[in-house]
């Protein structure tokens, strides 16, 4: 496995936020982690990248065991980019002042890497990501939530990870966009990153996932194949989930869907 977690858990306070929280992420897998929201998963990404300590469990990513790590340790983990993670509010993990290609070439500059060549990966992330060139000078401020969400996954992109936690990548994206990016990290994945997609959105995750973990209040009540736990869905959470996405059949019936929705995307144009 290159991302283990087992029996995390985390306290702010009194707040019980996860317990015993256990998931895995294999080698170009995409993991999705649904849950409604406060339920913990924002919270189980902050700790796989060392932003909150858990109070017991363990972290081991690439077989190196985080659990122990010191923050000058994070910091060095966060630096050679081995996880990133894209932030549920990209309005607030972005540098407000500094035009967002500073933002997406940084950990480049501070490899010591040249302005120029800095700027070509900028140019090379930008084309990946579906985000026009000439935006890339502007500030965080002057784009719309959905290129801002596209210029904090090409900042993730920037150190070549080898696992991407996503925390709500598409809740701010229309219908058509959302498939875009769904189709786009499909593509990350068959490019052998790993990724871990946070949605509390049945629809997304299913659209994505090769297995769904489902938390509830802090524990992770089931985990499965993706077409498992929609078509069989145990946990009565799991159930109610399911139930209430009338049009998510199955998994495979949301690819289809998908195929159907590219189809339409190709007739209007625009990147697919
Ligand atoms: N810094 C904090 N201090 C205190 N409590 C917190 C803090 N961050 C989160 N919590 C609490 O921990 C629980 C889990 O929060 P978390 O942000 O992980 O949920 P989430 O599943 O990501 O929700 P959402 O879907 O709304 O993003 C919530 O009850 C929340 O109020
Ligand atoms: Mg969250």
Redesign the pocket.
Known sequence: MLLEVSGLDVR??R?Q?LRQASLSVAPGETVGVI??????????A?AIVGL?RPHRGRIVVAGEDLTRYRPGQWRSLRRRGVVQYVF?DPLRSLDPDLPVEQSIVEPLLIRGRSPREAAARARELAARVHLDEELLSRLPGELSGGQRQRVTVARALVTDPRVIIL??PVSALDAANRVRALEFFNELRDAGTSLVF?S?DLGSVAGVADRIAV?YQ?EIVETGQARAVVNAPRHPYTRLLVGSAPTLRSAAASRAQREELRELLKTIGGPA
């Open positions: 702010y306070g707040t936020a849950g409604e929201t406060g339920s913990g998963k924002s919270t189980l902050r909150v549920q925390d709500e946070i509390h938390l802090g």
